[in-house]
Structures are given as structure tokens and as C-alpha cells.
């Protein structure tokens, strides 16, 4: 009994991963709490007001995501049908029944619950365990592209219709990343996003909420000072006011009630620009890029298929997101309605990126328990090189 128990290698999680997520964990506490304690004071009279909720839901979340990273991962396999369902139906029910704030009805008990933000998760699990499924036969269009993008038109339809048609876009996006690194004909691809981008065209300029906003943000491209969309207008401003180094913490005017919408959550990005400046904005981008390293690396070292392309679209979803949100700020996108991962104020937001990160600790641990597996055998024993493209991974045996 206890030789076996010596020969088991014991896994282990993906520390630098950690890290990065607890930078912009304490990032995100400081910078909500900077840019939220004026609204907190005049609308709740108490300056905590948004900080203390965030660090509920952090407490929370950080629960959730050691809860996620000691379950097998394979488990969600299992359970993916379940779990889409449920996402399912609950993006349906916010249709019906949710709470609608600023022309959306995206929310449940006034704003407290996003579906869509576990949503995503749930979806992505699904897409892997799907694409699994289909092994090589991913590449026939009947049993690939056909189900696929039935699946990807019943989802997007649910989220469109909150209206939320940036967060479908990125959902869509992602299961056609997944889709590509299952193994997909370029083709298929292309197919997918020709039909994609004429859907959504179609939806933005049959969508006043949206053909709105792309409108003003359209007229302003050359100028976005002169923009009309006014939140784009204070968000260049709240970037050129930071200069280099920035305006100190608690001294950017996006504190002021008004200057800058929801400044705590969808803009909090202008904030930092602001107050941290240049150096403070690009130490943000780096941790994405660390991020999206390591997800990847996790990704190429999952000991199988399932592992491999819940691990890709993880990483693929945060990184996109944070990449939207930011693209925003800087006049690059109109604005979104979505949140910077880790950073933004927001509950369910916060405890979906942190269910995320579960995801891939989990995938990291047994991972890093094949490796140690396959070192018993000699250094060179187990190299796999492949990324799903339909090719065989390639086993290398010291002579």
C-alpha cells in the first residue's frame, strides 16, 4: 500500500496563473472602491457601499473556484448536457421575467444576477464536450457545421434578444475558436463567419438599441472627442487626462457622480487610465498577456482532447472580453455593456471569470499529473504536439 501511495505523482496547479488572477483581483478592489465611493456616498450614504458587496462576492467566488480546481474536470463532461440546459433556460427566463436597466433586460432582482455571465461558462463546457464527441467526423458538415450552427443560432437568438449582442458575439467567436482547433475544415470556418457577420449586421441595423450606438460610434471614428456618444467622449478624455504616470489614486475626475457611466464596472478601465496613467494601463495589458500564456500553456499540456479545448476556450473568452472592454475605453469598439474580467465591479461576472480559472487549475493539476507520469519513463518519454487539428499526437520512447 505504500509503494503505491509514493508511485502516485501528485498534481499540482498552476501557480503563476494564480498570481496573475490575484494581481488583478486586488487591482479590481482598489480601483472599484476609488471610482465608487462618491455614488456610494450620495446614492447609499455610505462610501463602502459597492466595495463591501464586491468583497462578498470575491469571498464567494474564491470559494467557487477552489471548489472547481479539486473536482476532476472530466466530471463536467459528464454533466455538459445538464449544464447547458439550465444555462438555456435560464437565458430565457431573463426574457421573460428579468429586471430591465438601461434599455436591457439582461438582469434578474434589479440588476443582482446575470445569467449570461455563467452562461458562457456553462456554453464552453458544453461546445468541448460536444466537439469531443465528433472526434474526426468534426470535419463532415453534417455532423459538424450543420448542428453547430444550429446550436450557436438558438444561443446567440437567446442573448440578442436581452438585447446583449456584444456578449453573443463573443460566445459565437469563441465555439468557432474551439470549433477550428477541433479540427474543422477552413471552409467550415469561413462558413460560420460569413453567416455569423451577416447575422449580426442584420441585428444591429434592425436593432434601434444597437444600430444606435454603432451610429454615433461610426460618426465619431475620425474624432472621438466630438463623438455624440457621450460615454466614449469622457472615456478618451479620462486617458489623455492620465498622461504617463497618472493622477494618483482617488484624485481622476471619473469619480465625479456622472463623469464617467458606471465607471466602477463597464468603464472602470478609463479609471485606471486616469489614475495610473500609461504605465498603470499597460501593466493591465500585460497581465491579460500573462493570462492568456498560461491558459494556453494549460491548454497544449491537458492530457486529453476534452481538457484541451475546455482549457482554449477559457482562456479565449476572458482574453477577448478584457479585450473588448478595453477597446472601448479607447475608442476602438462602441461601448459594450461588458465588464473587464477580475477588475469591473459585478457579481455574477466576478464569480464566473473565477469559476473559469477553477476550470483550468483543475486541467493544470492533471495535467502536470500526466507529465509526471510520463518522466518515469525518461525525459523524452511522452511529447504531444497535438492541437486537435485531426492529427495523431506523437508519443516519442527512449531507446
Known sequence: ???????????????????????????GLVMVFSASYPRGLEGFSDPFYFIVRQLLW?????????????????VWDRWSIPIMGIALLSLLAVIIFGSERFGATRTFNNGSIQPSEPAKLAIIVYVAAWLTSKGRRIRDARAGLLPFGVLMGIVAVLIVLQPEIS?????????????????????????VGLIGALTFWLVINYSS???????RYLDSVGNPLSSEEWQVTQAVQALMRGGVAGRGLGNGLAQQTGYLPVSWSDNIYGVIGEEMGLLGSLFVILL????????LRIALRAPDQFGML?????????????????????????????????????GSSL???????????????????????????????????????????VTCIPP
Do not use: C, H
Open 1 to 27: 500500500m505504500s509503494v503505491l501511495r509514493k508511485s502516485k505523482p501528485a498534481g499540482r496547479y498552476d501557480w503563476a496563473l494564480v498570481s496573475v488572477v490575484t494581481i488583478l483581483l486586488g487591482l
Open 58 to 74: 470575491l469571498v464567494a467566488g474564491i470559494v467557487v473556484l477552489i471548489v472547481a480546481a479539486r473536482i476532476p474536470y472530466g
Open 167 to 191: 456578449t453573443a458575439i463573443l460566445i459565437v467567436v469563441t465555439a468557432a475558436t474551439m470549433l477550428f482547433i477541433a479540427g474543422a475544415d477552413i471552409k467550415q470556418l469561413l462558413v
Open 209 to 215: 438599441y444597437a444600430g444606435d450606438r454603432v451610429g
Open 288 to 295: 491579460y498577456a500573462i493570462l492568456a500564456y498560461r491558459g
Open 310 to 346: 475546455l482549457a482554449v476556450g477559457i482562456t479565449t473568452i476572458l482574453i477577448l472580453q478584457a479585450l473588448l472592454n478595453m477597446a472601448v475605453i479607447v475608442a476602438a469598439a462602441p461601448p459594450t455593456g461588458v465588464t473587464l474580467p477580475f477588475v469591473s465591479y459585478g
Open 351 to 393: 464569480m464566473a471569470s473565477l469559476a473559469s480559472i477553477g476550470l483550468l487549475l483543475s486541467i493544470s493539476r492533471f495535467g502536470a499529473q500526466r507529465e509526471q507520469r510520463a518522466a518515469e519513463f525518461g525525459k523524452y518519454a511522452y511529447e504531444r504536439f497535438d492541437l486537435g487539428r485531426g492529427g495523431p499526437a
